[in-house]
């Protein structure tokens, strides 16, 4: 099983692997057996991993570009 360890530089951090780690969080939480103090770190992880998903897909959005087609011409320009 391999887990994303927390000590990673956030830019070292992909969307998918911090998707997955996620995941893996909420699997834990969910458990009965996971002990409070483990459980509080947990949280505090997720919502990391969770700010550093929302500003990849934020990045991502900005660089989505339109395509606009007009007389037989396809141009790009900034997704707003």
């Given at each position: 099983?391999?887990?994303?360890?927390?000590?990673?530089?956030?830019?070292?951090?992909?969307?998918?692997?911090?998707?997955?780690?996620?995941?893996?969080?909420?699997?834990?939480?969910?458990?009965?057996?996971?002990?409070?103090?483990?459980?509080i770190?947990?949280f505090?992880?997720?919502?990391?991993?969770?700010?550093?998903?929302d500003?990849?897909?934020?990045?991502?959005?900005?660089?989505?570009?339109?395509?606009?087609?007009?007389?037989?011409?396809?141009?790009?320009?900034?997704?707003?």
């Amino acid at each position: 099983m391999n887990i994303i360890k927390m000590n990673k530089k956030n830019d070292e951090l992909n969307f998918e692997d911090s998707l997955m780690r996620l995941e893996k969080i909420a699997e834990l939480l969910e458990n009965e057996n996971t002990p409070l103090e483990e459980s509080i770190s947990l949280f505090e992880e997720g919502i990391a991993l969770k700010e550093i998903c929302d500003l990849k897909l934020k990045k991502a959005k900005l660089k989505i570009e339109k395509i606009i087609k007009s007389k037989n011409t396809i141009t790009t320009e900034d997704f707003e």
